[in-house]
């Protein structure tokens, strides 16, 4: 690394580290931004335009971040706090096996859609493999994989158009959706696999 680009991951550090929502933190970051860009800093030289850009961009997102938390606390919402209370932990996980090329994966991609806002309180993990092309569909077998459902993608032989739901305790399917089925009956078979993946 040399001393530039350890010169912006100084100041990249320094942005992580100071970015809770403290007075004159965010000021004082955006003012060492603004001198590193004026004129060159213990012989370290000046900032290239790709690392201001990077820079500023964090600067940036910081103070959206801060407006956001302060706004949700002046209307009281709570979201945030709940959110981290949840248990993370997915009872289901919910893979929908789709390609822009098959029409039963439309119909389902839109009851999917639908389910998701019906379930935000549920334990549920939504997975969209992307079959479309080569590519695509290899990355959706890493990912697969690196869920532990790596027999499942191997059992499935490409089929698109469909909605697996898995048990995420013991990564075995519960239940396989397509495009028979509207949004209230996916909601219904949704329901019914959770209740049965919390039976120990």
Not at 15 to 23: D, E, T, V
Not at 28 to 46: C, D, H, K, N
Not at 67 to 80: D, E, I, K, N
Request: hydrophobic share 45%.
């Amino acid at each position: 690394m040399n001393e530039k680009d350890r010169y912006v991951d100084d100041l990249v550090r320094e942005h992580y580290a100071l970015r809770q929502l403290r007075p004159g933190r965010l000021a004082a970051l955006e003012e060492s931004l603004a001198s590193a860009q004026r004129t060159p800093r213990q012989g370290r030289g000046r900032l290239t335009r790709r690392a201001a850009v990077w820079l500023a961009a964090c600067v940036t997102l910081s103070a959206a971040a801060g407006a956001v938390l302060a706004l949700a606390g002046v209307y009281g919402l709570g979201g945030f706090e709940h959110a981290a209370e949840r248990d993370p932990t997915a009872d289901i996980i919910a893979v929908q096996f789709y390609a822009e090329w098959c029409k039963p994966s439309q119909v389902v991609a839109k009851h999917v859609r639908a389910l998701q806002e019906d379930t935000v309180d549920k334990r549920v993990l939504f997975v969209r493999l992307d079959l479309t092309d080569d590519t695509r569909r290899e990355q959706a077998q890493l990912l697969m994989s690196s869920l532990g459902c790596g027999n499942i993608w191997a059992t499935q032989r490409g089929r698109t158009g469909e909605l697996l739901l898995i048990d995420a305790h013991t990564m075995r399917p519960i239940t396989k959706l397509n495009e028979d089925y509207d949004a209230q009956q996916m909601f219904v078979a949704l329901t019914q696999a959770l209740a049965q993946a919390a039976v120990p």
